[in-house]
Protein backbone atom coordinates (compact mmCIF):
# COMPACT_ATOMS: atom_id res chain seq x y z
CA UNK A 1 0.00 0.00 0.00
CA UNK A 2 1.55 3.38 -0.98
CA UNK A 3 1.53 6.43 1.25
CA UNK A 4 -1.29 7.94 -1.10
CA UNK A 5 -3.70 5.17 -0.34
CA UNK A 6 -3.16 4.70 3.54
CA UNK A 7 -4.58 8.98 3.91
CA UNK A 8 -8.01 8.22 1.99
CA UNK A 9 -11.04 7.75 2.95
CA UNK A 10 -11.06 4.23 1.38
CA UNK A 11 -8.65 3.05 4.27
CA UNK A 12 -10.99 1.99 6.99
CA UNK A 13 -8.31 2.75 9.64
CA UNK A 14 -7.92 6.28 8.58
CA UNK A 15 -11.66 7.10 8.60
CA UNK A 16 -11.99 5.79 11.79
CA UNK A 17 -8.95 7.94 13.45
CA UNK A 18 -10.62 10.68 11.55
CA UNK A 19 -13.98 9.99 12.54
CA UNK A 20 -12.56 9.52 16.09
CA UNK A 21 -10.56 12.41 16.81
CA UNK A 22 -13.62 14.75 15.10
CA UNK A 23 -15.79 13.07 17.66
CA UNK A 24 -13.33 13.88 20.87
CA UNK A 25 -12.93 17.68 19.41
CA UNK A 26 -17.06 18.08 19.27
CA UNK A 27 -17.92 16.36 23.18
CA UNK A 28 -14.56 18.36 24.63
CA UNK A 29 -15.89 21.64 23.16
CA UNK A 30 -19.36 21.08 23.88
CA UNK A 31 -18.05 20.51 27.36
CA UNK A 32 -15.92 23.40 27.40
CA UNK A 33 -17.79 25.56 25.82
CA UNK A 34 -21.72 24.93 27.01
CA UNK A 35 -21.29 22.44 29.97
CA UNK A 36 -18.43 23.61 31.97
CA UNK A 37 -19.64 27.69 31.55
CA UNK A 38 -23.16 26.59 32.52
CA UNK A 39 -22.06 24.41 35.44
CA UNK A 40 -20.71 27.25 37.09
CA UNK A 41 -23.60 28.83 39.73
CA UNK A 42 -21.84 32.22 40.01
CA UNK A 43 -22.17 33.56 36.74
CA UNK A 44 -25.50 34.02 34.79
CA UNK A 45 -25.38 34.19 30.87
CA UNK A 46 -27.63 36.07 28.72
CA UNK A 47 -27.35 33.54 26.04
CA UNK A 48 -25.34 30.75 24.56
CA UNK A 49 -23.23 33.12 22.54
CA UNK A 50 -22.53 35.25 26.08
CA UNK A 51 -20.92 31.72 27.30
CA UNK A 52 -19.22 30.22 24.47
CA UNK A 53 -17.14 34.28 24.57
CA UNK A 54 -16.76 33.67 28.35
CA UNK A 55 -15.09 30.02 28.01
CA UNK A 56 -13.11 31.53 25.20
CA UNK A 57 -11.55 34.35 27.96
CA UNK A 58 -14.10 37.18 26.38
CA UNK A 59 -14.64 39.87 29.45
CA UNK A 60 -18.20 38.98 30.29
CA UNK A 61 -20.59 41.78 30.21
CA UNK A 62 -22.46 43.08 33.11
CA UNK A 63 -25.83 41.97 32.57
CA UNK A 64 -28.52 43.80 31.33
CA UNK A 65 -30.17 46.10 33.51
CA UNK A 66 -32.91 48.68 32.72
CA UNK A 67 -30.82 51.91 33.98
CA UNK A 68 -33.07 54.80 34.61
CA UNK A 69 -32.97 58.19 31.89
CA UNK A 70 -30.19 59.93 32.91
CA UNK A 71 -32.22 63.77 33.09
CA UNK A 72 -31.96 64.14 36.43
CA UNK A 73 -28.77 65.93 37.27
CA UNK A 74 -25.45 64.19 38.55
CA UNK A 75 -22.62 65.16 40.55
CA UNK A 76 -20.90 68.49 39.40
CA UNK A 77 -18.15 68.44 42.41
CA UNK A 78 -14.48 68.05 41.25
CA UNK A 79 -12.39 66.53 43.59
CA UNK A 80 -8.45 66.87 43.48
CA UNK A 81 -5.91 66.06 46.41
CA UNK A 82 -5.83 69.70 47.71
CA UNK A 83 -9.70 69.60 47.97
CA UNK A 84 -9.88 70.58 51.82
CA UNK A 85 -6.02 70.03 52.51
CA UNK A 86 -5.80 72.54 55.64
CA UNK A 87 -8.67 72.03 58.42
CA UNK A 88 -8.12 74.77 60.49
CA UNK A 89 -9.39 74.14 64.43
CA UNK A 90 -11.88 76.71 64.20
CA UNK A 91 -13.52 75.60 61.26
CA UNK A 92 -14.03 71.98 63.20
CA UNK A 93 -14.85 74.26 66.17
CA UNK A 94 -17.57 75.90 63.62
CA UNK A 95 -18.20 72.31 62.84
CA UNK A 96 -18.79 70.80 65.74
CA UNK A 97 -21.74 73.44 66.36
CA UNK A 98 -23.19 72.54 63.46
CA UNK A 99 -23.10 68.79 63.70
CA UNK A 100 -25.18 69.29 66.72
CA UNK A 101 -28.59 68.91 64.67
CA UNK A 102 -26.97 65.98 62.63
CA UNK A 103 -26.17 63.74 65.84
CA UNK A 104 -29.85 62.87 66.17
CA UNK A 105 -29.42 60.46 63.16
CA UNK A 106 -25.55 60.16 62.77
CA UNK A 107 -24.67 59.82 66.87
CA UNK A 108 -23.02 62.04 69.18
CA UNK A 109 -20.04 60.93 68.19
CA UNK A 110 -20.58 60.20 64.52
CA UNK A 111 -21.22 56.46 64.82
CA UNK A 112 -25.18 56.17 64.08
CA UNK A 113 -27.10 53.84 66.01
CA UNK A 114 -29.85 53.94 63.28
CA UNK A 115 -28.48 52.40 60.26
CA UNK A 116 -27.75 56.15 59.28
CA UNK A 117 -24.05 56.25 57.66
CA UNK A 118 -21.13 56.79 60.11
CA UNK A 119 -19.57 59.75 59.54
CA UNK A 120 -17.02 60.01 62.91
CA UNK A 121 -13.38 59.64 60.90
CA UNK A 122 -14.72 59.70 57.39
CA UNK A 123 -12.53 61.35 54.73
CA UNK A 124 -13.40 64.67 54.62
CA UNK A 125 -13.36 64.84 50.75
CA UNK A 126 -16.00 62.23 51.19
CA UNK A 127 -18.57 64.20 53.48
CA UNK A 128 -17.60 67.18 51.21
CA UNK A 129 -18.57 65.83 48.01
CA UNK A 130 -22.09 63.73 49.71
CA UNK A 131 -23.40 67.28 50.83
CA UNK A 132 -22.67 69.08 48.19
CA UNK A 133 -24.59 66.42 45.49
CA UNK A 134 -27.37 66.16 48.54
CA UNK A 135 -27.60 69.93 48.08
CA UNK A 136 -27.56 70.04 44.57
CA UNK A 137 -29.93 67.00 44.11
CA UNK A 138 -27.62 64.86 42.33
CA UNK A 139 -28.01 62.27 45.24
CA UNK A 140 -31.51 62.17 47.23
CA UNK A 141 -32.92 60.57 49.99
CA UNK A 142 -36.06 61.92 51.97
CA UNK A 143 -34.68 61.78 55.31
CA UNK A 144 -31.18 63.16 54.65
CA UNK A 145 -31.26 65.95 51.68
CA UNK A 146 -33.73 68.25 53.95
CA UNK A 147 -30.55 68.47 56.00
CA UNK A 148 -28.13 69.98 52.97
CA UNK A 149 -30.17 71.64 51.23
CA UNK A 150 -29.55 75.45 53.20
CA UNK A 151 -26.03 75.01 54.00
CA UNK A 152 -23.57 77.19 52.75
CA UNK A 153 -19.91 76.26 51.31
CA UNK A 154 -18.31 77.19 54.60
CA UNK A 155 -20.65 75.51 56.44
CA UNK A 156 -20.08 71.95 54.49
CA UNK A 157 -16.42 72.71 54.60
CA UNK A 158 -16.57 73.05 58.20
CA UNK A 159 -18.63 69.82 58.67
CA UNK A 160 -16.66 67.96 56.52
CA UNK A 161 -13.29 68.87 58.83
CA UNK A 162 -14.85 68.10 62.21
CA UNK A 163 -16.38 64.98 61.26
CA UNK A 164 -13.00 63.87 59.94
CA UNK A 165 -11.94 64.59 62.56
CA UNK A 166 -13.63 62.33 65.19
CA UNK A 167 -11.71 59.11 65.32
CA UNK A 168 -13.19 56.31 62.90
CA UNK A 169 -14.31 52.64 63.52
CA UNK A 170 -10.91 50.46 63.21
CA UNK A 171 -10.50 47.93 60.14
CA UNK A 172 -10.70 45.05 62.54
CA UNK A 173 -12.24 41.55 61.26
CA UNK A 174 -12.29 38.76 63.52
CA UNK A 175 -11.12 36.14 61.43
CA UNK A 176 -11.62 32.88 61.03
CA UNK A 177 -15.30 33.21 61.79
CA UNK A 178 -15.52 35.74 59.25
CA UNK A 179 -13.34 35.05 56.49
CA UNK A 180 -12.19 37.42 53.67
CA UNK A 181 -14.52 37.49 50.55
CA UNK A 182 -13.17 37.52 47.43
CA UNK A 183 -14.83 39.82 45.96
CA UNK A 184 -13.16 42.11 47.99
CA UNK A 185 -9.93 40.84 48.27
CA UNK A 186 -9.66 40.03 44.77
CA UNK A 187 -12.51 41.42 43.10
CA UNK A 188 -13.56 39.34 40.09
CA UNK A 189 -11.27 40.79 37.54
CA UNK A 190 -13.08 39.05 34.34
CA UNK A 191 -15.91 41.48 35.72
CA UNK A 192 -13.89 44.54 35.75
CA UNK A 193 -14.55 44.84 39.60
CA UNK A 194 -11.35 46.40 41.56
CA UNK A 195 -10.21 44.78 44.72
CA UNK A 196 -12.66 47.48 47.13
CA UNK A 197 -9.68 48.11 49.29
CA UNK A 198 -7.86 49.75 46.13
CA UNK A 199 -10.34 52.34 46.36
CA UNK A 200 -11.81 52.21 49.60
CA UNK A 201 -8.91 52.59 51.79
CA UNK A 202 -7.22 49.52 53.20
CA UNK A 203 -5.04 49.11 50.39
CA UNK A 204 -5.00 52.73 48.63
CA UNK A 205 -7.64 55.65 49.10
CA UNK A 206 -8.83 56.78 45.86
CA UNK A 207 -10.04 60.20 46.70
CA UNK A 208 -13.82 60.58 47.38
CA UNK A 209 -14.38 56.70 48.10
CA UNK A 210 -15.65 56.45 51.25
CA UNK A 211 -13.96 54.91 54.21
CA UNK A 212 -16.40 51.50 55.05
CA UNK A 213 -14.83 49.77 57.83
CA UNK A 214 -17.77 49.53 60.93
CA UNK A 215 -20.40 51.12 58.47
CA UNK A 216 -23.63 49.91 59.14
CA UNK A 217 -24.29 46.47 56.98
CA UNK A 218 -28.32 47.65 56.31
CA UNK A 219 -26.74 50.91 54.53
CA UNK A 220 -24.16 50.05 52.84
CA UNK A 221 -26.44 46.77 51.03
CA UNK A 222 -28.98 49.80 50.56
CA UNK A 223 -26.82 51.87 48.59
CA UNK A 224 -25.12 49.40 46.88
CA UNK A 225 -28.07 48.17 45.78
CA UNK A 226 -29.00 51.70 44.53
CA UNK A 227 -25.68 51.94 42.59
CA UNK A 228 -26.74 48.53 41.14
CA UNK A 229 -30.10 49.92 39.47
CA UNK A 230 -29.33 53.41 38.79
CA UNK A 231 -31.11 54.98 41.68
CA UNK A 232 -27.90 56.35 43.05
CA UNK A 233 -25.92 57.75 40.27
CA UNK A 234 -23.82 60.59 42.06
CA UNK A 235 -20.87 58.59 41.38
CA UNK A 236 -18.29 60.12 39.14
CA UNK A 237 -17.45 58.62 35.78
CA UNK A 238 -19.81 55.77 37.20
CA UNK A 239 -16.99 53.98 38.78
CA UNK A 240 -18.95 52.25 41.47
CA UNK A 241 -22.36 51.86 39.33
CA UNK A 242 -20.55 49.87 36.99
CA UNK A 243 -19.47 47.63 39.95
CA UNK A 244 -22.41 47.28 41.49
CA UNK A 245 -24.27 46.16 38.41
CA UNK A 246 -21.42 43.25 37.74
CA UNK A 247 -21.90 41.70 41.52
CA UNK A 248 -24.16 39.10 42.53
CA UNK A 249 -26.45 39.41 45.17
CA UNK A 250 -24.78 36.88 47.04
CA UNK A 251 -21.58 39.65 46.83
CA UNK A 252 -23.28 42.48 47.86
CA UNK A 253 -24.14 40.61 51.10
CA UNK A 254 -20.99 39.26 51.80
CA UNK A 255 -19.18 42.73 50.96
CA UNK A 256 -21.75 44.54 53.68
CA UNK A 257 -21.33 42.10 56.18
CA UNK A 258 -17.74 42.03 56.20
CA UNK A 259 -17.57 45.55 55.81
CA UNK A 260 -19.89 45.97 58.99
CA UNK A 261 -18.05 43.96 61.36
CA UNK A 262 -16.52 44.92 64.08
CA UNK A 263 -14.64 43.75 67.06
CA UNK A 264 -17.53 43.03 69.92
CA UNK A 265 -16.06 44.97 72.37
CA UNK A 266 -16.38 47.99 70.10
CA UNK A 267 -20.41 46.66 69.32
CA UNK A 268 -20.80 47.38 73.29
CA UNK A 269 -18.78 50.51 73.55
CA UNK A 270 -21.08 52.42 70.67
CA UNK A 271 -24.33 50.61 72.23
C1 LIG B 1 -33.19 62.70 60.26
C2 LIG B 1 -31.97 61.96 60.15
C3 LIG B 1 -30.73 62.68 59.58
C4 LIG B 1 -30.25 63.93 59.97
C5 LIG B 1 -30.76 64.87 61.02
C6 LIG B 1 -29.05 64.11 59.16
N1 LIG B 1 -28.83 63.03 58.34
FE1 LIG B 1 -27.25 62.78 57.11
N2 LIG B 1 -28.04 61.01 56.47
C7 LIG B 1 -29.20 60.44 56.95
C8 LIG B 1 -29.48 59.24 56.18
C9 LIG B 1 -30.66 58.30 56.40
C10 LIG B 1 -28.44 59.11 55.21
C11 LIG B 1 -28.31 58.03 54.15
C12 LIG B 1 -29.04 58.49 52.93
C13 LIG B 1 -29.14 57.45 51.87
O1 LIG B 1 -29.49 56.31 52.18
O2 LIG B 1 -28.85 57.77 50.72
C14 LIG B 1 -27.56 60.25 55.43
C15 LIG B 1 -26.38 60.46 54.70
C16 LIG B 1 -25.47 61.44 54.99
C17 LIG B 1 -24.17 61.58 54.37
C18 LIG B 1 -23.58 60.65 53.32
C19 LIG B 1 -22.67 59.67 54.01
C20 LIG B 1 -22.01 58.68 53.10
O3 LIG B 1 -21.24 57.86 53.62
O4 LIG B 1 -22.26 58.70 51.90
C21 LIG B 1 -23.57 62.67 54.92
C22 LIG B 1 -22.18 63.21 54.60
C23 LIG B 1 -24.49 63.23 55.89
N3 LIG B 1 -25.63 62.45 55.92
C24 LIG B 1 -24.23 64.35 56.65
C25 LIG B 1 -25.17 64.94 57.49
C26 LIG B 1 -24.95 66.20 58.15
C27 LIG B 1 -23.67 67.02 58.08
C28 LIG B 1 -26.09 66.48 58.85
C29 LIG B 1 -26.40 67.71 59.70
C30 LIG B 1 -26.31 68.98 59.02
C31 LIG B 1 -27.01 65.36 58.64
N4 LIG B 1 -26.41 64.47 57.80
C32 LIG B 1 -28.25 65.25 59.21
C33 LIG B 1 -29.98 60.90 57.98
C34 LIG B 1 -29.83 62.13 58.57
C1 LIG C 1 -12.58 52.35 41.29
C2 LIG C 1 -12.65 52.67 42.70
C3 LIG C 1 -13.66 51.86 43.51
C4 LIG C 1 -13.69 50.50 43.72
C5 LIG C 1 -12.75 49.43 43.15
C6 LIG C 1 -14.79 50.26 44.61
N1 LIG C 1 -15.42 51.44 44.93
FE1 LIG C 1 -17.03 51.67 46.14
N2 LIG C 1 -17.02 53.68 45.81
C7 LIG C 1 -16.11 54.36 45.03
C8 LIG C 1 -16.41 55.77 45.03
C9 LIG C 1 -15.64 56.85 44.31
C10 LIG C 1 -17.57 55.93 45.85
C11 LIG C 1 -18.29 57.23 46.18
C12 LIG C 1 -19.22 57.58 45.04
C13 LIG C 1 -19.77 58.98 45.16
O1 LIG C 1 -19.08 59.91 44.80
O2 LIG C 1 -20.89 59.13 45.66
C14 LIG C 1 -17.92 54.59 46.32
C15 LIG C 1 -18.99 54.32 47.17
C16 LIG C 1 -19.26 53.08 47.72
C17 LIG C 1 -20.30 52.82 48.71
C18 LIG C 1 -21.24 53.83 49.32
C19 LIG C 1 -20.62 54.28 50.63
C20 LIG C 1 -21.25 55.47 51.26
O3 LIG C 1 -20.82 55.80 52.38
O4 LIG C 1 -22.14 56.09 50.68
C21 LIG C 1 -20.22 51.49 49.02
C22 LIG C 1 -21.08 50.72 50.02
C23 LIG C 1 -19.15 50.92 48.22
N3 LIG C 1 -18.59 51.91 47.44
C24 LIG C 1 -18.77 49.59 48.27
C25 LIG C 1 -17.76 49.01 47.47
C26 LIG C 1 -17.44 47.61 47.46
C27 LIG C 1 -18.10 46.55 48.34
C28 LIG C 1 -16.44 47.44 46.55
C29 LIG C 1 -15.75 46.15 46.12
C30 LIG C 1 -16.61 45.14 45.54
C31 LIG C 1 -16.13 48.76 45.99
N4 LIG C 1 -16.97 49.68 46.58
C32 LIG C 1 -15.15 49.00 45.05
C33 LIG C 1 -15.04 53.79 44.35
C34 LIG C 1 -14.75 52.44 44.28
Same mark, same amino acid.
Given at each position: ???????????? /???? @??GIT? @???????I? &?????????? !??????? !? *?AICSAAG????????????????LSEVVLTSSTLA????????? &??TLAQRCAICHGPTGVSRADSPNLAGQYAAVIYKQ?? *??RSGARTNAVMSPFAVNLTDQEIADLSHYYAYLPRL??? /????QLPKPSIVIYGAPMRGIAPCGSCHGSLDNKIGSPWLEGQSEAYMKAQLQAFASGERRNDISQQMRN?????????? *?QAASYYASQPPDVVKAVD
Amino acid at each position: MSTSELFTFRNR /HFSL @AVGITA @AILIVTAIA &GFLVLPFAQP !WVQFANV !W *DAICSAAGVPQRAPKVTVPEQSTRLSEVVLTSSTLARPSQEGIGR &GATLAQRCAICHGPTGVSRADSPNLAGQYAAVIYKQLL *DFRSGARTNAVMSPFAVNLTDQEIADLSHYYAYLPRLPAY /HPTPQLPKPSIVIYGAPMRGIAPCGSCHGSLDNKIGSPWLEGQSEAYMKAQLQAFASGERRNDISQQMRNIARAMTPQEI *DQAASYYASQPPDVVKAVD
